[in-house]
Structures are given as C-alpha cells and as structure tokens.
C-alpha cells in the first residue's frame, strides 16, 4: 500500500540553526502539508501546497517557515533560524484531489525536532 | 481554539464490547469529518470519514455518525479488539479549504 515517507525520524538541532525536514508524498497525490504536534498538544494544521505554491498557511506558518517541491517527489519544510517552542512532531501529509470538503489526507510518521 | 473537541481523553473498554468515541465542534461551516488513529511514534492513520450530507457512515466494524443540528459526531467500533488501542482524533474541513482542525483526542483501551 502506498505511504507517505519522512526523514529523517529525529532531528536534533541548536538553537537559531536552520533545519530541513523532507517528506515523500503518495506518488500520485497532488497536495501536500504540513501539520505540527506540540508534546501533550493538539495536531496543528501548518501549511498546505499545491502546483508549486502555498495554497493555505496557518498563522504559526511565519516567515521563518518555507515549504518546496524541489523534484518530482519531495516536499521540504524549512526552519531558518530555529526556537525552543520549535520543538515538535512534524507531519507531513498528501491527499489525491484536494477537494474542499471531500479528500482525505494521509499521513507519514514524523519527524521528531528537538530544539536546544 | 477549540473549534473540535473530543471531552474523554481515555477510554478503557473490554474486547468484544463496543467503542464509542465522541466528538463535539463549534464551526458550522465544517462539512467533512474524519477519523484517524494514532500509534506511538507513528504518524495518524485514517480510517473512517463522513460528508455533511450523510448522518451515517460504515466500514467493517466502524462506524462513524454524525448529528449536524447537535455538532457532534461519533465514532463506533465493534466488537473492540485489544490492536484497537490506540489513540483516536476526529478532525474536520470546511469547503473553503483544505486544512484539517483537529480534537485533541481520546486515548483508547481495549482489554483482553
């Protein structure tokens, strides 16, 4: 059965120190996100991509967040300058339509950032 | 932001009993609604959704309901096995996007 994939499953950065969090989307999926999970919290919606470009973005997505498409089957999440509150599970998602209100998002297993 | 809410983080249930997770949400303009399942250490897995326009839907031994005039829907699982424990979300979508709201879950137990 196809799966979303990420890498890597623990990352643990400084500080102010950019990271880059990759994800492989189902291969015939043409929308992507991202979704974080603060420890003891609720899944929060980050950002959703769609034909090289942002189509939604959450208020926590600022401008120290981007998201890319740099080939044909990765989709990144880039930190530039890293917080403590950074610290999170980092979902990535696809779904095949992106229909409002009738598609379904599957998710890949995380990426665990640890700030310090 | 408690636009989804899931009130009961625990539930402990006995195998071959039924499951019943519940979930309550405030936005009206949400008209997708789904279910997933969550492992430690693992990503949500989906199991089981429902449009707006239906108040009942079933896979096998879930079954999701949804009663839009109370915002509240529920989720059915019989009979429970103990590979069922697990956490379980409820997340939303509303037509004018793709975004999922999510509750904040309710952690399953099924005995032997």
């Known amino acids: 059965e196809p799966e979303v994939t990420q890498t890597p499953s623990h990352q643990v950065t400084q500080m102010g120190q950019e990271v880059i969090l990759r994800c492989v989307p189902i291969s015939n999926h043409l929308y992507f996100y991202w979704y974080r999970q603060i420890l003891g919290q609720k899944v929060e919606f980050l950002v959703s991509?769609?034909?090289?470009?942002?189509?939604?973005k959450s208020e926590i997505f600022d401008d120290q967040f981007s998201v890319e498409r740099p080939d044909g089957s990765n989709f990144t999440l880039k930190i530039r300058s890293t917080k403590l509150e950074d610290s999170a599970m980092y979902f990535c998602?696809?779904?095949?339509?992106?229909?409002?209100?009738?598609?379904?998002?599957?998710f890949g297993p995380g990426t665990r950032l640890t700030v310090l | 932001d408690q636009q989804v809410k899931q009130n009961s983080p625990s539930l402990s249930v006995q195998e071959g009993r039924i499951s019943i997770l519940n979930c309550d949400y405030t936005?009206?303009?949400?008209?997708?609604f789904l279910w997933y399942k969550k492992y430690p250490a693992e990503g949500p897995t989906f199991l089981i959704s429902?449009?707006?326009?239906?108040d009942k839907n079933e896979d096998g031994r879930f079954t999701v309901f949804l009663n839009k005039s109370a915002k509240h829907l529920s989720l059915h699982i019989v009979p429970s096995q103990p590979g069922d424990s697990a956490v379980y979300f409820c997340a939303a979508s509303n037509n004018a996007g793709n975004m999922l709201t999510f509750g904040g879950g309710t952690r399953l137990m099924v005995k032997p």
């Open positions: 991509f769609y034909n090289n470009e942002i189509s939604e």
């Open positions: 429902i449009s707006s326009i239906k």
């Open positions: 998602a696809s779904s095949e339509l992106g229909l409002a209100g009738e598609d379904t998002q599957y």
């Open positions: 936005n009206s303009m949400f008209d997708y």
